[in-house]
């Protein structure tokens, strides 16, 4: 079965400073956990540009995104 | 029919909103004790102004924060004015400050890139650089010297002017509007408005001579993006440099001087920073979490555009809630012994910088700032001391930050 909508993986790195401001814009994909930081709530999901906005609003750019399947980089 | 409320609600309901703003605070070294009284009380609470708008103030770091990143607290709503503040609030409409989602995005997102860690590294040297030329210029000068004028000032303001492009032998232009812009409501609204129109003409012309002339900055980059993709009004364009430019030096110089006057006030912390400098970059964020860089303390007011729970108290669709980060960065929540000075600390998820969309786009640029300015300062400088008692600064009359006119140091 092939699904018509690309699926991409995220991962918040160790440089998140908790300034939030993935949570803002992206509050269905990330979550604050209890040591202050950002985590993804899925790390595979389908494509969202909200994500993409989180990834470009990082001051730290410890957002990354990347196809799920291949890898390949997609941002920051 | 009480039974069925939350504790909280009913006590809201049953007590009288506080008169707000509150007196200026007896020390510059905390926030006002009325402020501490309900974080411990009344967490969420209704103040009221002397023309009788009423609003929230949230005090505890957690509800602040939500207040900062949950979706349903606008900005662009508070906009309007009728809505309550005692800052520049007007000033804000038709910046980036002043929207939400998406048209913030759509405007953030053309400068972010400029200003990550990464970028901001890449500066830490030609920022050294200049903290060194400063200080060589002060070594020079008869004691006791102005702080001010020889270093908290021009070092942030050459450094955005650099990443802006704007002249810095303009400095004294657009210093005096920038502080009109920075006013608080005891000033006549008229000043603030006439500045911020200064600003936008001394900007129309930059860019005027820019789009002859471009340049290798964050302005020409704008521009570009304006002429080649249309993605900004020439107004946002205009607006954007004013924003950046204000915002790029005052809170900085501010906030270096504030933690000259901090650490004067406390000398076994700047003892401790003699004897370790490694450890300036813990010091700069407890000194970010501790300096009371403005008297009232809030960042700008946010407004529910639906009933929203906070902290267990039901806000109102349409209620503005003014979210007091000094106070919340002395939640005992937060950290432990939070009305202490410890530069050991290092905790960086203070509220200082905000959260959420607008979380401060120049933070990590304040932050290698400040920390070269105070590696520069206690290394270069270690017998540094305030040259005039703390009760005899002069502080600008009407600012939201606490802005000295002169800092007089001997060394």
């Known amino acids: 079965m092939v699904t018509d909508q690309p699926r991409w993986r995220v991962h918040v790195g160790e440089a998140c400073i908790a300034a939030g401001s993935c949570l803002a814009l992206a509050p269905h994909r990330f ?14 999901f389908k494509a969202d540009d909200a994500v993409l906005d989180a990834a470009a609003s ?15 980089p997609i941002a920051p | 029919m009480l039974a069925g409320r939350r504790v909280a609600e009913v006590n809201t309901l049953t007590e009288a909103p506080v008169p707000y703003p509150f007196p200026s605070p ?39 924060r939500q207040v900062l990143t949950d979706q349903r607290f606008s900005r662009a709503a508070a906009n309007d004015p009728d809505v309550p503040d005692i800052g520049p609030g007007a000033e804000a409409a038709g910046s980036i400050i002043g929207m939400d989602p998406p048209e913030h995005t759509r405007l953030r997102r053309l400068v972010a890139g400029a200003f990550t860690a990464r970028r901001v590294e890449a500066l830490r040297p030609r920022v050294a650089v200049l903290v060194d030329k400063l200080i060589d210029d002060l070594l020079k000068q008869p004691q006791p010297a102005d702080l001010v004028e020889g270093f908290s000032l021009p070092l942030p303001v050459q450094v955005i002017c650099e990443l802006l492009g704007v002249p810095a032998h303009d400095r004294h232009t657009f210093h005096e509007w920038s502080d009109a812009v920075l006013g608080d409501a005891s000033r006549d609204p008229e000043q603030a408005a006439l500045a911020f129109g200064q600003l936008a003409m001394y900007f129309a012309g930059l860019i005027a001579a820019k789009r002859a002339q471009p340049g290798d900055d964050l302005l020409t980059a704008l521009i570009a ?124 998820t203070h509220l200082s910088f905000g959260a959420g969309v ?54």
């Open chain 1, 31 to 44: 979550t604050r956990g209890a040591d202050g930081r950002s985590h993804p709530t899925d790390t595979v």
């Open chain 1, 58 to 72: 990082c001051p730290m750019e410890a957002i990354t995104v990347s196809h799920a399947q291949t890898g390949e």
């Open chain 2, 26 to 64: 007896p020390s510059i070294f905390h926030p006002s004790p009325e402020l501490g009284e309900l974080q411990r009380t009344r967490p969420v609470a209704q103040f009221q102004l002397a023309d009788g708008r009423t609003g929230w103030l949230a005090t505890r770091s957690d509800d602040v």
């Open chain 2, 225 to 348: 993006a304006r002429d080649a993709d249309d993605r900004l009004s020439e107004e946002e364009l205009v607006v954007l440099g004013i924003t950046l430019l204000v915002a790029g030096h005052e809170t900085t110089a501010n906030q270096i001087n504030m933690m000259l006057v901090t650490l004067h006030e406390f000398p076994e912390q700047w003892e401790q920073l003699r004897a370790e400098p490694t450890g300036i970059p813990q010091a700069v964020e407890e000194l970010m979490r501790f300096v009371q860089l403005g008297e009232a303390g809030a960042a700008f007011p946010r407004v529910a555009t639906e009933e929203v729970d906070l902290g267990g108290v039901r806000i109102p669709a349409g209620a503005a809630v003014l979210p007091v980060l000094t106070v919340a960065n002395r939640d005992p929540a937060l950290v432990t012994d939070p009305d202490r000075l410890d530069v050991t600390r290092g905790l960086s």
């Open chain 2, 358 to 411: 607008h979380h401060c786009l120049g933070a990590q640029l304040a932050r290698m700032e400040l920390q070269e300015a105070l590696r520069g300062l206690v290394t270069r400088l270690p017998q540094l001391r305030i040259a005039t008692p703390v009760a005899d600064l002069h502080f600008k009359k009407g600012m939201i930050v606490r802005s000295l006119r002169a800092l007089p140091v001997r060394w």
